[in-house]
C-alpha cells in the first residue's frame, strides 16, 4: 500500500529556513515522480514542485531560487528545502504521487511563517 | 505558464441534482487534465484523468469530458458525500497548475 507522511512542519520567523520531509512506503522513491503541493488558509491549491525519476526538478515560477526539491533513496525519503520564508508561504504542504498523475497524497504538514 | 479557470466559484444543488462545473486552459493542454475532489481538512483524492478516464474506486456518477482547452466535471445525481471542493489541474507541461476550486454546497 502507497503511504505519503509528511513531517517537519512549524512556526517559523519570516526569512527563516525549513526542511520538509516526505516519508514513502509501498513504492521506491528511486523510480517515481514526486510533488509538493500547498495550500494557503481558505485557499486553492497550489503546485510547487517535481523531482522527475530522471532527477529533473520543476518548480512554479513564483518559487524558484528560494525552493529546492531533493530525496534520500536509501531512506525511501524526498524533501522540500525552503528558504527565505515569506508570510505568503504560509500554507499546508502535501507530498503527492502517481503513475500518471498525483493518485496518492499524504495528510500534508502546516507551515506557518510570522514573526 | 498555462492558467486554469473554473467556473462557477460556487454552486448550490440539492442531493440527486445533476451537477456540471467548467473549466478552461488558457491554452491547448490536448486531454491532459484531472479533476480532484477535496473534503475540508482533508487531502485532494483524484477522480478523473486525461479528462474523461475515471480513477479506480471512484463511483461512476463522476464522468469528466473535453480536449484542448474546455472541460467539464458532471456528477451526475448528487450525494451527501459529493459536497466538496472541486479543482481542475493540467498536467501537459510543468509548472503544473490548478483551477482556482468549485465548492459545492447543500441548497
Known amino acids: 500500500e502507497v503511504q505519503l507522511v509528511e513531517t517537519g512542519g512549524g512556526l517559523i520567523q519570516p526569512g527563516g529556513s525549513l526542511r520538509l520531509l516526505c516519508a514513502a512506503s509501498g513504492f521506491s522513491v528511486s523510480n517515481t515522480s514526486i510533488n509538493w503541493v500547498r495550500q494557503a488558509p481558505g485557499r486553492g491549491l497550489e503546485w510547487v514542485s517535481v523531482l522527475e525519476s530522471d532527477g529533473n526538478t520543476h518548480y512554479a515560477d513564483s518559487l524558484k531560487g528560494r525552493f529546492t526539491i531533493s530525496r534520500d533513496n536509501s531512506k525511501n525519503t524526498f524533501y522540500l528545502q525552503m528558504n527565505s520564508l515569506r508570510a505568503e508561504d504560509t500554507a499546508v504542504y502535501y507530498c503527492?504521487?502517481?503513475?500518471?498523475?498525483?493518485?496518492?497524497w499524504g495528510h500534508g504538514t502546516l507551515v506557518t511563517v510570522s514573526s | 505558464d498555462i492558467q486554469m479557470t473554473q467556473s462557477p466559484s460556487t454552486l448550490s444543488a440539492s442531493v440527486g441534482d445533476r451537477v456540471t462545473i467548467t473549466c478552461r486552459a488558457s491554452?491547448?493542454?490536448?486531454?491532459?487534465l484531472a479533476w480532484y475532489q477535496q473534503r475540508p481538512g482533508k487531502a485532494p483524492k483524484l477522480l478523473i484523468y486525461r479528462a474523461s478516464f475515471l480513477e479506480r474506486g471512484v463511483p461512476s456518477r463522476f464522468s469528466g469530458s473535453g480536449s484542448g482547452t474546455a472541460f467539464t466535471l458532471t456528477i451526475s445525481s448528487l450525494q451527501p458525500d459529493d459536497f466538496a471542493t472541486y479543482y481542475c489541474q493540467h498536467y501537459d507541461d510543468y509548472p503544473w497548475t490548478f483551477g482556482q476550486g468549485t465548492k459545492v454546497e447543500i441548497k
Open positions: 503527492a504521487t502517481g503513475a500518471i498523475v498525483l493518485e496518492y
Open positions: 491554452q491547448t493542454i490536448s486531454r491532459w
